[in-house]
């Protein structure tokens, strides 16, 4: 697929990829029941964490995997078994919303920073119609952050006619930007488009 050259001028939406990335991630900012659940999870041996926000144990503490290439040790724990429903919805909400990140970051640096992999638009485009068709359920239980940390704020189960409009809005707009790629429409402004309430969504409903 080739880009027009408006795909590769979007100068107005430099780095969105990477604001966006805050943005989905702190709609899930996890309660308190759930970091002391990955921290009484992790706190094996001598755990470390990464940047990215996954945590690490020691080799000998590694879990042993067995296939085709040989044994290999795991050293990223599994999700710990939570306390609440709220607590589970949450770690879900936190991953999935990194997820969405994760797509858009691709396609933005794409059709923005000339890194290349226009033949996997569509991968990326479909994944984020799919996940945003999606992105009420994450929402389902009362999940609010704390009092102060960065999260989804109590006005969402508060307001939920209100919420659900937005949420819809996105549903909506993440299908039509994936039929626009399928079509080899206007990537650059569907994209600025789709950005467009996920700001408006983080602006009323997330406790920057």
């Not at 964490?49 to 599994?78: I, M």
């Amino acid at each position: 697929m080739k880009l027009s050259r408006n795909a590769r001028a979007g100068v107005g939406l430099a780095g969105v990829g990477y604001v966006l990335a805050a943005g989905f991630v702190a709609f899930a900012v996890p309660t308190d029941a759930a970091r002391q659940q990955e921290t009484a999870s992790t706190n094996q041996a001598h755990s470390h964490s990464h940047d990215h926000g996954h945590s690490h144990v020691d080799a000998d503490q590694a879990e042993q995997l067995t296939g085709p290439f040989g044994p290999h040790g795991d050293r990223h724990p599994q999700a710990p078994v939570f306390e609440t429903a709220a607590d589970g919805l949450t770690e879900r909400r936190r991953r999935s919303m990194s997820a969405l990140s994760g797509h858009f970051r691709a396609v933005s640096a794409t059709l923005l920073s000339d890194a290349g992999g226009e033949e996997m638009i569509q991968n990326h485009a479909n994944a984020l119609a799919a996940l945003g068709g999606q992105i009420d359920t994450l929402f389902e239980i009362p999940s609010p952050a704390p009092e102060g940390e960065k999260g989804a704020l109590p006005v969402i189960w508060e307001e939920q006619e209100r919420f659900a409009q937005y949420t819809a809005a996105f549903a909506t707009e993440s299908a039509q930007f994936a039929q626009t790629v399928q079509e080899g429409g206007d990537l650059v402004n569907g994209l600025h488009d789709l950005r467009y309430y996920c700001v408006a969504c983080h602006a009323d409903f997330r406790q920057r």
